[in-house]
């Protein structure tokens, strides 16, 4: 089907986790005529977060946002659902992953969010788990980020950024930036090396 054609459908599930839980929202979602474009699945506590996105026809999706919630309430889960348009990512010619392990205390993540706020680039996914206080060890902080810098920016600048922040807090990091390159800049290099010949 067109992309245009096709209709789009922004689906969060939270509710205690239990076996096969999972497996019956994907049966439904596929008996309705929907494909899942991107997911995300989380355990938080004793509860667990899935979050999908949805193409189908109108009818496929019309279908699934009627029936959805009474699955939902069988399962016993917490459904919000949200009607999207499909967009072309623009174009993201880096990305930065970094890993975290700090010693746990209030405002790390934000610290490392604004870290990447302030040099323009955008989060992508961000993962983050605490380990308990165990015996002579406090407890300790993981978080791990996935973020994009849009065309306009240079990533590697964030390198020493972010090592500046680790040492400021004590933390364990390590980073990796890896730089795409450009279409147009392609383009440009084949051009001079055709006027070369």
Known sequence: MPQSQQHHLV??????????????????VSSC????????????GEEFSFIMLLSGSWNAITLIES??????AELELLIVMKRTTF?????????????VEVKDSPH????????????????AELVSRTQPAQE???PLLYIQITAHSPASQD???IEQAFNRLCTELQAQGTINVVQYPQHDE?????????ESR
């Open 11 to 28: 689906i969060t599930a939270l509710g205690v986790d239990r076996p096969g839980i999972v497996n019956t929202i994907t049966r439904h």
């Open 33 to 44: 005529g929907c494909n899942i474009e991107d997911s995300r699945l989380a355990l938080l």
């Open 67 to 72: 029936t959805l919630p009474l699955k939902g």
């Open 87 to 99: 967009r072309e990512r623009p174009p993201m010619p880096a990305t930065v992953w970094v890993q």
């Open 108 to 123: 790390i993540i934000e610290r490392f969010t604004d870290l990447f706020d302030s040099h323009q680039m955008n989060i």
């Open 136 to 138: 002579n060890r406090p």
């Open 155 to 157: 990533a590697s600048f």
């Open 186 to 194: 392609k383009m440009e290099s084949s051009d001079e090396s055709t």
